[in-house]
C-alpha cells in the first residue's frame, strides 16, 4: 500500500488561548 | 492557583508530556468543573494519547454541538465511526462551513472507505489552492497520488 499521511492529526490542537491563562 | 496550573499545562505540552497535562487538568477542572480552555486541553491530550473514546464522550457530554466539529470529526474517523462521520460531515457541508480540517477528514475517510475518486476530488482541489513552499503541500500531493494509484 502506498504511503499515505494522516493530515487532519495536524489540525487537532490545543486551544491558541492557553499562553493568555 | 489556576494561572500556575495553566503554566504548568502549557510547558508539559511542548514537553508533549499528555499524560502529565491531564493530571493538571484534572486540578484545574476540580477547581473550576466549566472552564472551557481545560476541557478542551482535555479533549486534545486524549487524542495525542490516542484515547479516542475517552475524547469523544467528553466532546459530547461538555461541548455542543457547534464546538470542536474537527476533534469530534477526527475522533469519529479514529475509531472507524463512518456513519456518524459522515452524518457530521453532511451536517456542516449543509451549513456552508467548508473547514480547511473537515476536508482532510473527508477526503482521509474517502480513502480509507475505498472511495478513491471523492477522495482524488478533494487532494486535486486542495493541492490548487495550497502554497508549494509549504510542507503541507507535499503531504497533499502523497495522499494526492495514493488515491491516485488506487483507482488505477
Ligand atoms: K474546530
Given amino acids: 500500500k502506498p504511503l499515505f499521511f494522516d493530515i487532519a492529526f495536524n489540525y487537532v490542537d490545543f486551544p491558541p488561548t492557553l499562553s493568555q491563562r | ?152
Fill in chain 2, 1 to 152: 492557583v489556576i494561572t500556575q496550573l495553566f503554566k504548568d499545562v502549557e510547558r508539559l505540552v511542548s514537553q508533549e508530556e499528555y499524560a502529565k497535562v491531564l493530571r493538571s487538568i484534572d486540578k484545574i477542572l476540580q477547581l473550576n468543573p466549566e472552564d472551557n480552555d481545560a476541557l478542551h486541553c482535555k479533549v486534545i491530550s486524549y487524542i495525542r494519547l490516542g484515547k479516542y473514546q475517552n475524547a469523544l464522550e467528553l466532546l459530547q457530554k461538555s461541548f455542543s454541538d457547534e464546538n470542536l466539529i474537527s476533534e469530534k470529526a477526527y475522533c469519529f474517523y479514529r475509531l472507524n465511526k463512518f456513519d456518524e462521520l459522515l452524518n457530521l460531515l453532511r451536517q456542516y457541508k449543509l451549513g456552508n462551513k467548508n473547514e480547511l480540517s473537515l476536508r482532510h477528514i473527508e477526503a482521509q475517510v474517502a480513502y480509507k472507505t475505498e472511495d478513491y475518486n471523492a477522495s482524488v476530488e478533494i487532494y486535486y482541489a486542495l493541492l490548487k489552492e495550497t502554497d508549494k513552499n509549504l510542507d503541507v503541500y507535499n503531504d497533499i500531493l502523497t495522499n494526492f497520488n495514493a488515491a491516485k494509484a488506487a483507482l488505477l
